[in-house]
């Protein structure tokens, strides 16, 4: 089973309007699904077949209606529970542009941050491999990646960790097997050196891949580094393109290094190809992965 | 008792931003409040220590939070449940503008509105006068409130009707005892007449106050007609002052027209003068009440 820890997941809410007006009032259309990156990592694997559980922290109406969505979709979950809300994340989308309002997620009191090592102690036993995904609620101390990777690595499973800032920084200290940083993270934790990918390996990690957008995965591991990309970038919607990537990183992690990069780009640029943000065009998935190019460098 | 019926019960989101700019992403404030009209009335109801009770209809963990949200603040509310979402009603605040965003509401399914139906006619046995406010979510029948009127008359309890459009036009054929339209309402019901607030007494309506914002209100009864309102209009935010004027209106129906409209006009300038939208300032109101004119008309 892989397990996916989301410690400050979303109600990712939608509203369509004609037109974005300052100052006056619109009637829109809604549609709301489970977000954070480790459930949306989640709703990727569900859809591709893999044995997967969501854990993370959720609070109140907006996680009882966290919970109602994943169970409407079928995606197994396990989460924790906090006092206070669950954050929501509204794109407000009308035909000239997207706007975001992202609410900070509940205050988490200790016993919160406590009831989640406990769920995630649990859910080890039964793990295969780990992703530790997006950012912390308020209250959640920033070496809480750290620790949970120290947890994992006790308990002999595998982890990937995708996150940014501070969280990210203490989380490469504590040895994660996998980190999967993008080009601004990259540019945040290391600065503008030559090799900012190996830079960030030097930090702590097993093996980085960086996402460098139409720029494909460049990947540093112990078995080797690899670029891998497609000759003709998609265009489309980026939105969950790194959750894509993370998704198809972790689905098979005995296999070698450039299969999984082929998977993680062809399953990227499937997911900007989507109609609807958040969707697993598995078909595409598999249009694309031939013309994938995988190069050592 | 006094009964308050929201058919279209709403969370009243608030989100405060340093300025609003389409296409980026905003880290957000928020508030959030139980709302739609006659939940803002028994709000206010409470606030002044009249037994009240809140009715309508909520559904989904939106609606969960409606009724945690009114028990936080200890108003009694008894609503009936639909499936779906109950709706929210987003406002962004920046310093330059509010810019909303109304969700439609759930919905409703005829088992919906027969629950309300039957929720309503248990709460009649024990009501003073009863509410009927704000606008119906989708699938509720437009003559809803013509029904519930004609269940509170037959019970003999005494309605007042404040909605606009089609659910205000068939709720006028039903004989109201009043209704307390604004000047888009008079003018959508009746057009540009001499004396529309005549005309919509003889849609149906036994009273008839018309809020005419800082003009004060115009009201044509069967004891008299009259014009109240305030020498220096007060400035502030007009969110909520009808709610206001309908609770001061449907506190005691018994007491002469004159009192009722003083009450009236200077509650409402109080919940424009409040510093926080939906607030009930006491100590303003009763400090305004002296400055009202009511004169016949």
Redesign the interface.
Known sequence: MIVTVTPNAALDVT?R?PA???????????A?HAGGKGVNVARILHALGEPVVATGLVG???G??IR?LLDAEGVPHAFATVDG?SRRT?T?VDP?????????GPAVPLEGWIALCHRFTELLGGARVVVLAGSLPPGVPPDAYARLIGLARAAGVPVVLDAEGEPLRHGLAAGPDLVKPNAAELAGLVGPVDDPVDAVRRLGAVAVVASLGPDGLLASTPDGRWRAYLPEPVGGNPTGAGDACVAALVRAPERPWPDRLRDAVALSAAAVRAPVAGTVPVDEWHRLRPSVVVEET
């Not at 974005?20 to 809604?30: E, K, P």
């Not at 000239?96 to 900070?104: I, K, L, Y």
């Open positions: 509203y309007i974005l007006v300052a100052g006056s009032t619109h009637r829109v259309a809604v709301e109140g109406a907006t009882g209606r109602t809300e509204l407000v000239s542009a997207a706007t975001g309002f992202w609410e900070p």
